[in-house]
């Protein structure tokens, strides 16, 4: 009995509901566009069936609606936000890029969606009426009353139709293309209905509080009915508080207010206009010349800089404490050499993580604790720096990490390869990866116990098509979590067919441990199958994790209602804009 009510109460928590009060929306002007070159790419293929679990205690359904925030100072309207980025947004197809959070920055701005994160872990329906959304069925059905008038920027009226379709868009069943983040979501959907016009029902495998949290980020994002990756190449398909005014292939994106956008009296903004610039330096010199009035950076040169504008009241600070991370190193295990266990163990023991973690610090801004696997020692999940360091394979220092070298070595012979073996590095070349993974650090320590690597520079979109195709021997790199969920992080990573598994990793205990994790509710228990998991990746080699970072984002002191939500990555509100406004 009492675990019942705990389970109840978690849920009850997790779903507080936020009913969107607005006037209903004119019909919008369509606004001409000038296309980005894009191909997307197809995501690895659809997952198995997920396994459904034993019958798992279920909340009593709740409804709720709470009103819209309102700011303690009114909003001023008028103003361009001025952005600059180091990635060009290639298309209009949020749902499927996702390597980059810069991509978001342009995208989240053009889209809504089902849930929304605006601020802390707190996600709230969108597009509901003021019926809100319920919970049917134990907890097992999620239906969504969906609010009237709004349009898409087309001139067409959203419906639920338009939902489901975006749903089953996301998670491959239109196109067989799983979005790579938001995709996760199809481990917990049985399946998707519009029993009316303006009313969505989600029917989920199993009760879960994370599926809101999905629906939360900006992949997410609701699209028109018959919406093609191809036409998305073109032309957005969304509803969002900005239209596009123009594109400039590589170069910018300008967008404008939409004047029928269905939350009333937003955006305050007359509009944005995002630069591109791959520098770092220059990115940073247009912010502190005011030119720009929003920074991204994670790079220690100008910590001093910024900290002394900060305490001078000119910019504020946003921090994310998970930042991206870990970093790692990624081996493909569905092609030779490292289809072989001796040899991914070999890898994994031939990283030094303290010398690798010293060029990584000495670029980027590090918390003071270690990440090995997914989350910072600070974090819910983390793990404790005593508990890894000496501990696990390949996580030596001193004696103890030349002992793992030779140990490599010896492996690497064991496996067949005498006299070494040849493989491709495959690595991004923007931002530039000397700065950012290292690789050629990786490359040495490599070729220490017999693996030489040669490095192969593709570009953003390139790379991610390249991962996804598994078309690579080795890599390295780091992601960014949304949610700060282990879900997220196991379901695209770690599980058979994930929509981000791009090392071909597949153990059914892993899968099975997934589904128990992702069923459990009682926070002592959920951590505990978690840290199983983690070991069971560990004694895979899953991958060789060495690092993580903090995330940081400033802005002039006059931008106000900023706010960050689960994370600088795809929270949806952070890069919605809506609600931001300038004070002077």
């Excluded at 459904?52 to 361009?80: D, E, L, N, Y």
């Excluded at 929003?294 to 009241?313: E, H, I, K, P």
């Excluded at 490292?338 to 060029?359: P, T």
Aim: aromatic share 10%; charged share 20%; net charge neutral.
């Amino acid at each position: 009995m009492r675990v019942g009510k705990l389970l109840a109460g978690m849920v009850v928590v997790l779903i507080l509901m936020v009913a969107l009060a607005c006037n209903s929306a004119a019909e919008p002007t369509a606004t001409a566009t000038t296309a980005p070159a894009a191909t997307p790419t197809k995501a690895p293929g659809a997952t198995p069936t997920a396994t459904k679990p034993a019958v798992v205690a279920s909340p009593t359904p709740t409804t709720a609606a709470a009103p819209t925030p309102t700011p303690s100072i009114q909003p001023k309207r008028g103003g361009m936000l001025n952005m600059v980025t180091g990635t060009y947004t290639p298309n209009f197809d949020p749902q499927l890029l996702s390597i980059t959070p810069e991509y978001y920055v342009a995208n989240g701005k053009l889209y809504n969606n089902l849930m929304v994160n605006y601020s802390g872990s707190a996600v709230q329906c969108e597009i509901c009426s003021d019926a809100g959304w319920t919970l049917e069925n134990n907890g097992k059905s999620m239906v969504f009353n969906l609010k009237q008038g709004i349009k898409f920027h087309s001139g067409k009226e959203m419906t639920s139709a338009d939902v489901v379709y975006s749903l089953k868009m996301l998670t491959g069943q239109i196109d067989g293309i799983i979005s790579p983040r938001g995709g996760v979501v199809k481990e917990y959907i049985d399946s998707i209905e519009a029993p009316s016009k303006y009313v969505v029902r989600i029917n989920l495998i199993r009760p879960s509080p994370f599926v809101p949290k999905v629906l939360a980020m900006a992949t997410a994002a609701i699209y028109q009915d018959g919406t093609t990756r191809e036409s998305l190449n073109s032309k957005d398909s969304g509803s969002g508080p900005y239209l596009v005014k123009n594109t400039v292939s590589g170069t910018s994106w300008s967008l404008v207010r939409n004047p029928d956008y269905f939350k009333s009296g937003q955006p305050y903004l007359d509009g944005v206009e995002i630069t591109y610039v791959g520098d770092t330096n220059t990115r940073s010199a247009a912010f502190f010349t005011h030119k720009v009035r929003w920074l991204a950076v994670d790079d220690n040169q100008y910590t001093s800089r910024l900290n002394q504008m900060q305490a001078d009241g000119k910019i504020s600070r946003f921090t994310e404490a998970g930042g991206c991370g870990p970093r790692f190193i990624a081996m493909n295990w569905t092609k030779p050499p490292f289809n072989d266990l001796k040899m991914r163990q070999a890898a994994n023991l031939a990283i030094d993580r303290v010398a690798l973690g010293n060029v990584w610090s000495a670029q980027t801004i590090m918390p003071p604790s270690v990440n090995p696997f997914m989350f910072n020692e600070t974090e819910e999940f983390g793990t404790a720096a005593e508990k890894v360091w000496n501990i696990y394979p390949g996580w030596g220092k001193g004696d103890k990490k030349k002992q793992e070298i030779e140990q490599a070595k010896q492996l690497v012979k064991d496996a067949g390869y005498a006299t070494g073996v040849d493989v491709v590095q495959l690595q991004r070349g923007n931002p530039p990866p000397s700065s950012y993974h290292a690789p050629d650090v990786v490359q040495a320590m490599l070729k220490e116990i017999g693996i030489r690597t040669k490095l192969e520079l593709v570009s953003s979109s390139d790379y991610a098509s390249r991962m996804a195709n598994m078309d690579y021997n080795v890599t390295s790199y780091n992601y960014c979590l949304t949610t700060r969920d282990p879900d997220e992080a196991v379901g695209q990573y770690w599980i058979t067919g994930g929509a981000r598994n791009w090392v071909g990793y597949s153990n059914p205990a892993m899968d099975k441990l997934y589904v128990q994790m992702s069923s459990e509710l009682d926070p002592t228990k959920r951590r505990a199958l978690f840290d199983q998991i983690q070991d069971q990746f560990v004694k895979d080699v899953g991958w060789v994790a060495v690092q993580g970072a903090d995330s940081q984002t400033f802005v002039w002191s006059e931008v106000q209602g900023f706010t960050i939500g689960m994370s600088t990555h795809s929270a949806s509100g952070l890069h919605r804009a809506d609600r931001i406004w300038f004070k002077d």
